[in-house]
Each structure stands twice: as structure tokens, then as C-alpha cells.
DNA sequence: TGAGCAATGCCCAATCTGGGGCATATCGTT
DNA sequence: AACGATATGCCCCAGATTGGGCATTGCTCA
């Protein structure tokens, strides 16, 4: 198994068009005996190449009911991947997010579409769109359960190809970090701090304090303060453990 | 090979102490040719049990040169692995970031610590400090070059182990009970609405959106709206999905 | 059937925030 | 030497937020 899985990244770093990629991830993925894969950031999809990656070979009809309610970022699958850094079976979303009716819903409609059970590799790099790599079976096929470290492997390189060749197709504009600065002042304002505490804190002016508050929100393009915190503790620019802790 | 990583994989589920874990990654290291193992989030780190996960076996001294730094977040290994999904050898560092004079102080002073080449597997979950799993050779000890594939599904599984049992060790936050108008309204403050805008969307009266919102900071005693969406989303009240959702 | 709570509404006043603009000093890099 | 990025400072001002208080309606549960 190990030389396949070499195999795979040896020709996926080869690979130059996103095609070539869903060739290789469809071969492997039957091989492994899985019917379907979908690597793909937890984007709403609407038509621009800007949304993000996409590449799968799910039955005709998904990919229109996905993008029809918007999934992308609210899809059960993607949203238990949120919360973990290694691959999980479908079967364990019960125990790794609440799923609503809607997520019931969404899983029932899979399977009328002939998709079954499935692994999901999560794939999330600071400061872009998370992301994911699923292999599945066929409804009613048995997973190949003793795949996890296979698929595991497999997705995540299949993941990082996929981001080279996007980022060749677009290489634009990459965002600017926040500044240390910008760091700080984001920090004690995650914390509830007003501009002018912020400002003792650090023992600058309040004006200054404003300052790099206002152009971490114009890097985020956050209206306001909160969406500013938000944003930030998504992309990791902060994390809830420096945030909170004490 | 994927026996070895099975049978690590089995074992570090099982574990329920931190120093177990650090056993297991230790004896693995050695095992796939390497001296050192570093398993770690990218903070700074300053003493408290709540700083993050950090176990390693790297030499004496080096630790403490690392905090007197406060190198967790800017160190280079952890910046490359800040813009990649799967795990890179430290040869590829200049081919990721760019790289500073003091970087380069870091790495050379790494080498008289008698830290050589290694590999770095990042491991990142939306919300959450970033982090890596490092394995390291001696100083001018060989890198197992064919051993990325290994060191990748190692790394990943000894991270997830790490946060589970560090989640375990925190000590659970009790739920403050939201109403349901109050999650509605708290859901469109971390999108960043104004109060006024609040009301708009749900249909309610200026002063009705002012007072949920008002309730629902009451509850988490939180200072503003930024700390009481920062507080919402860390105890699951709300979740990046449905705030960032569309 | 009365207490408690969720949801709705309104008013006031002090403070905070966000959007402008202007300006200087210090770094690197080019 | 010029440029861009970062960090620092100050001013103005409209609109948003926060912290008080007061009051009605409808529902549930003991």
C-alpha cells in the first residue's frame, strides 16, 4: 500500500491541470474501493473560478442540490472536519457535531443519490478557506473500514496538490498578515478591551490603539469590531486558547 | 511500515496521559531513524498548564532558549508550516518563507544545540492555536528521506491524540442558557450587524434587538459584543458554520 | 392562580466606535 | 536616494453601544 500511496503523490506533484488530479484521486480511490472522492474547500460555490477548489466524482444531481442550498460551509461532513485534524468516518458525525434535522436531511438525500458511508480528511491552512478530501462508497457498499491511514495519507497530499495547482491558475493576491502590532491590539480587542484600554495596555495613544484596530479590520474587510474577532479566531490570525486563557 | 503506524495509531488513542503519548512518539521517532520528536502548539509559551499542547524530546537547554524567545509563533519551521497542508522537510524552508537574519540565527543556533535536518507535519483546527508534529535528526545525522509518507500520518495522529487528551485535562466550562431570540440576535451581532440592523433582519423593534443582545452579554458577562461573540462561539452557543455560512 | 420567564416596547445619558484627514520616525529593500 | 511598510501621534464628528429604568403580553409550571 505504501508504494501506491508514493505513487500518488510522486504523479500528483506532476500534475499541472486540476483534471489530471481528479484523474489520479478517481484511480485511487477505486483502487482503495471507494466509488466516489470530492476534495473541495467549505465554500458556497456560485460559479466564479474564485470560489475555491473543487474536484469529485459524486452522481450527477449532487453537485446542483449541494450548491442549490448553499452547503459549502454548512454541509454536516465539512462541518465536523472543523473540528479535528485527522480523517473520521461519516459514521462518527453523530459524536463529533450535533447534527439537526437539516444535516439528517441533507445525509438521507445523499444516500437517495447513491452516495453511502465515507472517510473525510480535513485540510485546513491558516488563513485560507477550509477544506477537505472524502472518499466514499456506494450506498449500501461497505466502506473499507482498515483505509483510514491510506486515505488519510492520500487525501492530504491529493489536498496540497490541489492547492498548488489553484494557486498556479491564480496566484494573486496574497493577502497581507496582520502586523505584530495588529496582533496585539486584535488580541486584547477579542478580549473586550475598548480602543482606549487597549491603548494602556500597551501603553501607546489612544489613537494609535484605534489605528491598528481600524486597519485589522480593513484587512479582514470586517465591518465592525466583532466580525473583526470572528474572522480573525477562524484563519488562527488568534486562537481561542491565547483569548481566553487565565 | 503501516503495521508500525497501526499499531502507533491504536496505542496513542488509548493514551490518557500526556507523558504516555510523549513515550509512544519517542519510541516511534527512534524507531523511523530520527533523534528528536516535538509535538507542539505555536504559542508562547510562559508557564501555565493552559499555555497549549507541547511535548518533545529536544536537547537540554533548548527549551528554554526557545520560550526565552518566545519563538512559538514566529519560529521559522512553524511560520513555513503555517502556509502548507502537509508536512515538508526544514530543507524546503527557503522555498516557503522568506527567510530573516534572525531565522537563520535560530536554525544555526538549533544545530550547535545538535538538532539537525527535519520533517514538519502542520496540524491545524479552525478556532484553535496552529500547531505541528516535528521529527528531527541529529546534527549532522542523515534525514530518512523516504520516510515523509510515515512521518505525515504519524505526526497527524499524534496531534489528534494530543488535543484530545488536553481537552480532556481542561476543566468544562459550564453553559450559560441563551434564549432562543437571544441566539438569533447573537448570531447576526458576530456577522457584524448593528443593533438597529438586528432588528430589521428578525423584524423586531430597535430598542427589543438592543435588549436581547444586552441579555445575552449579561449571561456571559461579557464587557461588549466582541467578547460576548468570542464567548458564544468557544462554548458552541454559535459556530463558525452558521455565522460564516453564505 | 400566582411566580417566573421570554419576548416585546420606549426613554435618557455617557461612552465607544468607525470613517475621514494630517503628519513624523524608523526600518528594510530597491 | 527613494519607496513601502510599520508604528506612532492628533483632530473632528456622526452614529452605535452600553447601562440605567419602566411596562405589557403570553406562556408554563408548581
Known sequence: ?????DAFVR?????????????????VAGE?????FALTHHVAFD?????GVRLHNYPCGWQEYFDARKLGPSDPVHRASHGTSVGFAWSELPRMIRLTEADQQVLDDAGRFGIGNGFTVPAHV?????????F??????????????TVQLIGAFAFEAARRIWRMRQPPVEQP???????????W???????????QILGISHETAKRHIKQARERYGSSNRSLLAVNALFDGAISFREVLRR
Chains 1, 2 share one sequence.
Open 47 to 51: 460559479g466564479g473560478v474564485r470560489d
Open 1 to 5: 500500500m505504501f508504494e501506491r500511496v
Open 11 to 27: 504523479d500528483a506533484r506532476q500534475a499541472t491541470m486540476a483534471d489530471e488530479l481528479g484523474q489520479l484521486l478517481g484511480e
Open 136 to 149: 466514499a462508497a456506494a450506498q449500501g457498499a461497505a466502506l473499507p473500514e482498515e483505509q483510514l491511514a
Open 126 to 134: 491558516p488563513g485560507e478557506s477550509n477544506g477537505s478530501c472524502s
Open 32 to 36: 482503495l474501493g471507494f466509488s466516489y
Open 189 to 199: 480587542v477579542a478580549r473586550g478591551k475598548s480602543d482606549w484600554e487597549v491603548s
Open 177 to 187: 498578515a496582520l502586523t505584530g502590532r495588529q496582533v496585539e491590539c486584535l488580541l
